[in-house]
């Protein structure tokens, strides 16, 4: 037997030591007890695997300390703020659109109190939570009736569940993507209890590929946005027109995923041509369905517009219930969709439009700040180099956005260990890694972040 084990300190005479009450006082007895246990049966193991017994076991002082920190770490919160320089705006992991202060401000005022969520102040009775955003989107869209749920995904689930349920939808196979997320276009259709019938080919439909499709089965016609994956080159697919004759001749309804779902143009920022909502309603479209949290620029929800008949027919559905909108995404919905009226400039009020649109020259001149005090970080060697940021979140694939970066390199680190020495700080800093170097994009990180990203890496960098 190995003779060290009976060196081991007893659990319960360190519970009992002057140390553990302060401890004790901060995490309750039972976390700590369990702390110190687990400690000893590591070193036990250890022992047993014949190791020389741990540091921390021979030194009192160093054995608490261990254990503190152990304690401090399994009250730290995994769901935290990050600096994003990773260059993609949208970025779905790092939690999409950052919010504007205004939808900020309604979410925590309706978080705080009660309110006419379901309530008409009118006649005192029961009303519908469906109908405080619905004007709004109608303003901004054009369609005739609409609904909130939690997202994008659920609103075309409820909207196949509500209309196609037993039937068949049509679907060009240039247009059955998966998008990520295990959220793949045939297996949503599936899962609604309709069928699928593909049409066309991977890079060309055409008109009559839909029309010739059609039987007493058919429930609706369905296009969706490909997300981040383009058909370029030897392709074609009908246009919206095209499809809404085809659908109106005989009177099925036409449903478009649209996936991101812009409400202004953009391209007078440079940017291409991503499907305009009221656009989209204007060609024919029956129905649409988008995201809140993507070029929108609000919180997570799912927007379904369109044709009233349908619209009521979808929120008499259970599914919609089942994925109906929470108030406080409601109440930032509600604020965020304010902002595209006029006389307000949504470009410059919505967060992640501002970040898309912003002249190189403001991202220039945070690249230069950042760089000049990086200067007096020893080791630490920074270039500012060109960079091509992107929308993400599905949006706009083919399009980069120009932006500049601040390349890191460190002598004793490879980019590898840079990102993951940032993403280790507080807070932490998500970079790109792009041809061997570590890239702090300029472009996803705001003017207020820019004395946290410095300090970040004066502290990072610090022997
Ligand atoms: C992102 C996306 C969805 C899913 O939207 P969520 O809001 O993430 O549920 C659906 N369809 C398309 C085309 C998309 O780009």
């Not at 935290?80 to 205004?102: F, Q």
């Not at 593909?198 to 058919?218: F, L, M, Q, R, W």
């Not at 995201?291 to 517009?305: H, M, V």
Request: net charge negative; aromatic share 2%; charged share 25%.
């Amino acid at each position: 037997m190995n003779t060290s084990l009976r060196k081991l300190p007893k659990v319960q005479t360190l519970m009992d030591s002057a140390n553990a009450a302060p401890l004790i006082d901060v995490f309750g007895r039972e976390h700590v007890t369990e702390a110190v246990r687990e400690k000893i049966e590591r070193a036990r193991t250890k022992l047993l695997a014949d190791a020389p017994m741990p540091e921390a076991i021979l030194s009192e002082r160093l054995f608490w300390t261990d254990i503190s920190e152990t304690l401090d770490q399994s009250r730290e919160q995994s769901l935290k703020r990050v600096i994003n320089a990773s260059g993609i705006v949208i970025h779905t992991n790092l939690g999409r659109a950052p919010l504007a202060p205004e939808a900020i401000a309604a979410m925590s005022e309706i978080a705080s109190t009660y309110s006419t969520l379901e309530f008409e102040l009118d006649t005192g009775k029961r009303g519908s939570r469906h109908s405080h955003a619905e004007t709004l989107i109608c303003e901004l869209t054009g369609a005739k009736a609409a609904l909130v749920v939690n997202n994008c995904a659920g609103a075309i689930l409820t909207v196949l569940s509500a209309l196609a349920n037993h039937k068949e939808v049509i679907a060009s196979r240039g247009e059955l993507v998966e998008i990520g997320g295990s959220f793949r276009m045939p297996d949503v259709i599936t899962q609604s209890g309709a069928t699928l019938k593909e049409v066309g080919t991977t890079n060309k439909t055409h008109p009559a590929d839909y029309a010739d499709a059609i039987t007493e089965s058919t429930a609706l016609l369905l296009k969706s946005h490909t997300s981040n994956y383009a058909v370029v080159g030897f392709s074609a697919s009908p246009t919206r027109g095209q499809l809404a004759e085809i659908a109106k001749a005989n009177s099925l309804p036409l449903i478009e995923d649209l996936g991101s779902g812009v409400l202004v143009d953009l391209t007078p920022y440079g940017l291409p041509n991503e499907p305009v909502v009221k656009d989209v309603i204007a060609a024919g479209v029956d129905i649409v369905t988008f995201s809140g949290d993507k070029l929108l620029g609000g919180p997570q929800a799912g927007i379904i517009a369109g044709r009233k008949d349908l619209i009521d027919q979808i929120k008499r559905h259970p599914m919609a219930r089942a994925v109906r909108v929470d108030k406080l995404s409601l109440a930032a919905l509600i604020a965020t969709l304010e902002l595209y009226r006029a006389p307000s400039d949504p470009i410059a009020r919505i967060p992640v439009l501002r970040k898309i649109s912003e002249p190189i020259d403001l991202v220039r001149a945070r690249a230069e700040h950042l760089a000049d005090h990086c200067s007096s970080i020893e080791d630490l060697q920074t270039t500012i180099v060109p960079s091509k940021a992107r929308a993400g979140g599905g949006s706009l694939p083919l399009q980069d956005l120009p932006s500049l970066a601040l390349s890191l390199t460190h002598p004793d680190m490879s980019p590898d260990q840079l990102a993951e020495h940032l993403r280790a700080a507080c807070p932490p800093v998500i970079g790109r890694i792009s041809k061997e170097k570590l890239l702090i994009d300029l472009r996803t990180v705001s003017d207020e972040e820019i004395s946290d990203l410095s300090s970040v890496l004066t502290t990072a960098f610090s022997s």
